[in-house]
């Protein structure tokens, strides 16, 4: 039996992160949301009639006034509550606390006060709530000035800004992917929770690095450095340093790409060089006839590098749950790479008359037990 699942804040940065990752659950069917259903009561009705579990992820983070988080917060929690009373449905509803329900600010105070709302719900009816009290997050696609310190400054560096320090304190992060999957065991029930009620159940979700904000930095410019400056991919080893150098992939510049290589010539012919990397990896070759197009697959982890170095071809990315399509044109004649950012589908076409090589790496080899490759067309 699948799940139907649905997801409020579906467009936020946790939320795309859940469902593009649900999407490639086959027991689980995800049930759409919009924004506007929060002003419509109709679509609003239907929405939680659909659903089996709700993860509510909507809220307000930062605005010039608190008083408006505190309000919007509270508000949202009580709508999706009288929705559910309304239609006489009892979801389970996974809530999306912060560890700062514990700090003296309307934001936090918001989450702690919607999170005993949801609890006195599920007690006196037969729903089910569980909280999720979530530290500082960090991944792709967050919302620099807003999400997180880290979103900041990888969009600063990347976009050659200089990031100022504030306070240089000490953080505890955790990356989107491993947050992601502590939702996906509450909802499929596979992780054990804390009862704090009839029916209303309670996770602390601990940060899995505590490191200074001043180290974040240097990592950071490092990789523009060394990944921007002079294409060497640093070690992946470190869980953490391979989730950050991930996430700042994300805020490199479309036009970055094509990277022409330096072409050494001599007598005796040509010598590029490929790459230069400080981990380990795998490297592959393909030839591709004239109209044949190759990939249309994209990965959730997994750094990997295109470098065309004979014919023409055309590279397409396009990040999941976008139309947006970016078009990267190479020619063999001027060796050139483009590395593919992790959730992004994407493929490589020989446009030419000849054949196609192109030269890849990738920093894992292949294991079809664990391919981290999933099929979507550009």
Known sequence: MKFRVGITGQAGFVGYHLYSTLALKEQIELVPF????????????????????????????????????????????????????????????????????????????????????????????????????????????????????????????????????????????????????????????EIETKNIGKNSYELLIAPETHIKVSKILSLLKQYKSDYMGKGIFPSLEDSFEKALFNTFRCYVPEDHYPVKYTKHTDARGSFVEIARTETSGQFSFSTTVPGITRGNHYHTRKAERFAVISGKALIQLRKIGTDDVIDYYLDGTEPAYVDMPIWYTHNIKNIGDEELITLFWINEPYNEKDADTYFENV
């Not at 329900?101 to 006195?120: A, I, T």
């Open 34 to 189: 919009k924004r506007s259903f929060f002003s419509d009561d109709k679509a609003l009705a239907t929405f939680v009639k659909s659903c089996d579990v709700i993860v509510h992820l909507a809220a307000m983070n930062r605005h010039e006034d608190a008083n408006v988080i505190y309000e919007t917060n509270i508000a949202l929690v009580n709508t999706l509550i009288s929705a559910c009373d309304k239609e006489k449905v009892n979801p389970h509803i996974i809530f999306s606390s912060s560890s700062q329900e514990v700090n003296d600010n309307l934001y936090g105070k918001s989450k702690k006060e919607g999170k005993h709302l949801f609890m006195d719900w599920a007690n006196k009816g037969n729903g089910k709530v569980t909280s999720l009290t979530i530290p500082n997050v960090f991944g792709p696609f967050g919302k620099p000035n807003y999400n997180s310190v880290v979103a900041t400054f990888c969009h600063k560096i990347a976009h050659d800004e200089e990031p100022a320090i504030i306070n240089d304190s000490e953080v505890g992060l955790i990356y989107i992917n491993d947050l992601v999957s502590q939702f996906i065991k509450v909802i499929e029930d």
